[in-house]
Nanobody, 121 residues
């Protein structure tokens, strides 16, 4: 499965961005999906995950209440809606697909190339 993340860019603090991640194959419904991010000089960290059927979602504490993960299995796409952005949200954001709904990066077998988000203060 090839994943293509997009939608990154430069935004002011308090602004919003929506990151789509589209799969190359019409099998996205077979996978749990996740978003991770990596800031310069830091390790990749979990952001959000969603189950195959969308009945379960889970968020990292720093983004709870501000970010929303969703999926459209017909369009073979997942989304990360990011509101009330803060400078500390600046990072490269990666989408990932795997067999299990998980906060662990090692649980995901397929990764997108990343899209860069910069939040200015």
């Amino acid at each position: 499965v090839q994943l293509q993340a997009s939608g990154g860019g430069l935004v002011q603090a308090g602004g919003s961005l929506r990151l789509p991640c589209t799969a190359s194959e019409r099998t996205l419904s077979s996978y749990a999906m996740g978003w991770f991010r990596q800031a310069p000089g830091k390790e990749r960290q979990f952001v959000a995950t969603i189950s195959r059927s969308s009945d379960s979602t889970y968020y990292a504490d720093p983004v709870k209440g501000r970010f929303t993960i969703s999926r459209d299995n017909v369009k073979n796409t997942i989304y990360l809606q990011m509101n009330s952005l803060k400078p500390e949200d600046t990072a490269v954001y990666y989408c990932a697909a795997g067999p299990r709904y998980s906060i662990l990066a090692g649980s995901y077998a397929y990764w997108g190339q990343g899209t860069e988000v910069t939040v200015s203060s």
